[in-house]
């Protein structure tokens, strides 16, 4: 069973909030990864980190921003969030010795 | 561009049955497929991969086949169960190891008890 959990599992919030979507894993993966989904579509990547310090853009651009500063923690960040930020946002870690991605239980954030 | 495609949204299946899920893909440079499942609320958990240099893989109830002239990938389920209702996301990197996966947009199974 993937330890990597991910807090608010559902957050309602109104436009113009910060929020700070919380990712940890106790696998000790060095790499980690933000997905969205949309229902009926796919994931999208649009963050992931190397390591500790490491940041990059993923595919789907986002206007989230993440930090990396411990390897077992990678939280999402929104400074001012849109109704059109509303989606399921996926946390995952990868295990190299599988090549198995291990996915969180997703945030499912709402913006009014 | 779509690289991975699922064009089957959803599938009902009798229980005890076989369910066979179809992935397309068009990137020639993917050789590693991996399906995953996702229940409503969580996340997706992985089910079953296989390299492009086999054919077919299979874990219990789980098959996965290959076809690399068609670009083409399969999961069968069988005999179908209750428990498998969810939705299934077939996915392709470019090779073993790399991490970056390219999803597909799934299929929503429902097993008929």
């Known amino acids: 069973e993937a330890d990597i959990y991910q807090t608010p599992r559902y957050l309602v919030i109104g436009t113009g909030k910060k929020i700070t979507l919380e990712c940890s894993q106790t696998m000790g993966h060095d790499k980690m990864y933000w997905y969205q989904q949309d229902p009926g579509m796919e994931l999208h990547l649009i963050h992931y980190?190397?390591?500790?310090?490491?940041?990059e853009k993923g595919d789907l651009s986002s206007e989230s921003t993440v930090s990396r500063i411990r390897t077992e923690h990678f939280p999402l960040t929104l400074e001012s969030a849109r109704p059109s930020h509303t989606s399921q946002y996926l946390c995952?870690?990868?295990?190299?010795?599988?090549?198995?991605?291990?996915f969180g239980e997703g945030s499912r954030l709402t913006v009014l | 561009d779509q690289q991975v495609k699922q064009n089957s949204p959803s599938l009902s299946v009798q229980e005890g049955r076989i369910s066979i899920l179809n992935c397309d893909y068009t990137?020639?440079?993917?050789?590693?497929f991996l399906w995953y499942k996702k229940y409503p609320a969580e996340g997706p958990t992985f089910l079953i991969s296989i390299s492009s240099i086999k054919d077919k893989n299979e874990d219990g109830r789980f098959t996965v086949f290959l076809n690399k002239s068609a670009k083409h990938l399969s999961l069968h389920i069988v005999p179908s169960q209750p428990g498998d209702s969810a939705v299934y996301f077939c996915a392709a990197s470019v090779r073993f190891g790399n991490e970056k996966l390219t999803f597909g947009t799934g299929t929503r199974l429902t097993i008929i008890p």
């Open positions: 980190s190397y390591g500790v310090n490491s940041t």
């Open positions: 990137n020639s440079m993917f050789d590693y």
């Open positions: 995952a870690s990868w295990d190299r010795n599988t090549g198995e991605l291990f």
